[in-house]
């Protein structure tokens, strides 16, 4: 137990808790570190039979990570940085092979870091408050914690359309699209873990779906995505702008304005590694991450996004090209330089 992150075992139920609810729960070094040392142990504890991982507070799950250590790790040069990335990728990588049931109790605001700790295991229990987004390209970076894995598998326009814009779902349309596999209302949360700690969990998905069924709803119906969602399932970057302009709906119109105040440079990024990542292994998609991940401590374009956002906070980001026809494709290339030496998995 940290002040960061608690651990506790209860019947055969690991749980895990995010304890950072001022801070939206988002992660550190040292919980990732954490977390990993104590997955670890218990998928090779008998006495384990599943593991859950919620968020304290009632506003998120996990909003992401530190991003102004980021910032400042790279302004300084200090290895900060990249010891985060290596830690949470290789953790993304763990769950997503976790070889236990793994639940996430993905309430209230999901983002970033937090997508990487959830949508790659076996569950994805929703709430009512459930708020999804992958926003990175609005602060001059890319969706990465597995984003370039998951996100073209959800459909290449679907995915295009989230890992583009940073637009955002709640709990109808996460489910829909199946960010989220199971939907519990809020108010049953507690009371479905208490009855996973009284279950006899064996390790296996049985016992675990044996407890859900007593607790599952469906939720509502989504409203229906318009026809302009087509504009994101296209081969190349520009025709997806010039789709969007030819189709004169308000959404539409949205879209193209939520494009167009993000960055131009990491856009075309993020276009081309998901594009890539819809082809890649899950451990060929995250060493991908790592290499874009420090690559993009080179572009100026993540510190003005970073100071635009959450330091100053003034919302206007001065991005290096104007629009996606000024982007330099030399710039592209150098962000998917291989790094010197490669993510390391925990095998």
């Not at 104590?38 to 530190?66: H, K, N, S, T, Y």
């Not at 359309?161 to 199946?178: H, I, P, S, V, Y």
């Not at 075309?268 to 890539?276: D, M």
């Not at 401590?297 to 996004?305: L, P, T, W």
Request: aromatic content about 10%.
């Amino acid at each position: 137990m940290t002040d960061q992150i608690h651990f506790e075992v209860f019947g055969n139920l690991g749980k895990i808790t995010l304890n950072r609810p001022k801070a939206l729960n988002a992660l550190t070094t040292e919980m990732c570190k954490a977390m990993t040392k104590v997955m670890l142990a218990w998928q090779d504890d008998p006495r384990i039979g599943a593991v859950l991982i919620e968020g304290a507070g009632d506003r998120a799950f996990c909003a992401g990570g530190d991003i102004i250590m980021l910032h400042e790790s790279g302004k300084t040069g200090d290895g900060r940085a990249e010891e985060f990335w290596r830690t949470e990728y290789a953790l993304n990588e763990l769950i997503h092979r976790y070889k236990k049931p793994f639940i996430a109790m993905i309430d209230g605001i999901v983002m970033g870091g937090g997508v990487g700790l959830s949508v790659h295991g076996r569950l994805r229990v929703a709430g009512d408050k459930t708020l999804f987004a992958m926003p990175e390209t609005g602060i001059g970076y890319f969706p990465d914690v597995g984003g370039t894995y998951f996100l073209p598998r959800l459909g290449r326009g679907i995915g295009n359309w989230l890992g583009l814009t940073g637009a955002r779902l709640k709990t109808e349309q996460t489910c829909a699209f199946g960010i989220a596999n199971v939907y519990i209302p809020s108010e049953n949360h507690e009371a479905f873990m208490t009855a996973l700690g009284k279950a006899p969990l064996d390790g296996l998905d049985g016992p675990v779906m044996e407890v859900i069924k007593h607790f599952v709803k469906q939720p509502d119906m989504p409203d229906m995505l318009p026809e302009a969602i087509e504009a994101f399932d296209k081969d190349t970057l520009p025709e997806i702008y010039t789709s969007l302009k030819a189709d004169k709906s308000e959404w539409a119109a949205k879209q193209l304005s939520l494009l167009e105040r993000n960055s131009p440079l990491a856009i075309y990024i993020t276009f081309e590694a998901l594009r890539r990542g819809g082809h890649f292994s899950f451990r060929e998609a995250m060493r991908q991450e790592l290499d874009l991940s420090l690559n993009f401590m080179h572009i100026d374009d993540f510190y003005e996004g970073v100071r635009a956002a959450v330091i100053d906070k003034d919302r206007n980001p001065k991005w290096a090209a104007a629009s996606i026809d000024d982007v330099n494709f030399d710039d592209i290339r150098q962000a998917f330089e291989q790094a010197k030496d490669e993510l390391q998995f925990l095998d």
